[in-house]
C-alpha cells in the first residue's frame, strides 16, 4: 500500500518527492516522507482522493533530532480502513527563527489543537494557522519542553519553576536502592537505571 500512495502523491503533487521508509527494527509500522513545502497539498491530494479517502487526522506530533525535526502526521480511511503516518523534516532552526510549515486545520479540525501543542512542546510554527498560540504553557514561556536542548527557566512570574523540594528523587532513586539491597541487578526492573551500578555488580557475581 505505501508505495502505491509514494507513488500516488509524485504523480499528484509536483515537488512532492515522497519516500517509503520501512521500520529500523523488526517491529514497527511503515511510513510516507515528502517535502515539508508540500506538506499542504500532499494532504489535499490523500483527503480529496477517491482511491484512499483520508478523512481523519489522528495525530500531530514532533520529534528533536540532532539535526532537524522530524513532524509526523497519522492519518485514517475509515471508509477504506487505510491508516497512514505521513512523515516531513524541518531544520531545527532557533529561538529566533523557529522551523515553520504549512498548517493542515483547514483541512481536519482535528489539527488545531494538535498543531497549537506541536509549537508549544517542539517550536514549529504552522503558517495560517487559524489561532495560533500556545496551549500547554503560558504565552510568554521561554522555549519549548519537549526539544532536547530545553533549559528549564528559573522562575517564572517569581514563581521558582523547578524547585528541589518538588523533585521526587526518593521514588526516582528506588531502583538503584533496591538493586543495592538485594545485591542482584538482574533481579530488578526500574525506570531509573545506574548502568555503572549494574555493570560492578554483574562483574563481581562473574568472578
Known amino acids: 500500500m505505501h508505495n502505491q500512495i509514494a507513488e500516488f502523491l509524485n504523480k499528484r503533487v509536483d515537488g512532492a518527492n515522497a519516500v517509503v521508509n520501512a521500520p ?14 508540500k506538506i499542504y ?3 489535499v491530494a490523500l ?18 533530532y540532532p539535526d532537524r525535526i522530524e513532524l509526523s502526521y497519522v492519518l ?27 498548517s493542515v486545520v483547514s483541512l481536519w479540525s482535528a489539527a488545531n489543537f494538535q498543531e497549537r501543542e506541536t509549537y508549544d512542546m517542539i517550536g514549529v510554527e504552522f503558517l495560517c494557522h487559524p489561532d495560533f498560540r500556545r496551549i500547554l504553557t503560558p504565552d510568554d514561556w521561554i522555549g519549548h519542553p519537549l526539544r532536547k536542548d530545553y533549559v528549564v527557566q528559573e522562575k517564572y512570574l517569581d514563581m521558582v519553576v523547578d524547585p528541589p523540594a518538588k523533585n521526587n528523587t526518593y521514588d526516582q532513586m528506588f531502583g538503584k536502592r533496591l538493586k543495592e539491597e538485594l545485591g ?12 555503572s551500578a549494574g555493570a560492578d555488580s554483574e562483574a563481581k557475581d562473574g568472578e
Open 41 to 43: 497539498e500532499v494532504c
Open 184 to 195: 542482584d541487578p538482574k533481579r530488578v526492573s526500574a525506570s531509573w537505571k545506574d548502568h
Open 76 to 102: 485514517a480511511s475509515y471508509s477504506k480502513n487505510l491508516e497512514l503516518i505521513l512523515k516531513a523534516n524541518l531544520p531545527r532552526g532557533d529561538k529566533d527563527n523557529l522551523p515553520k510549515i504549512n
Open 24 to 37: 529500523v527494527a523488526v517491529v514497527g509500522d511503515h511510513s510516507i516522507t515528502v517535502d515539508s513545502s
Open 47 to 64: 483527503k480529496t482522493s477517491l482511491e484512499f479517502s483520508f478523512n481523519v487526522l489522528q495525530v500531530i506530533t514532533g520529534t528533536d
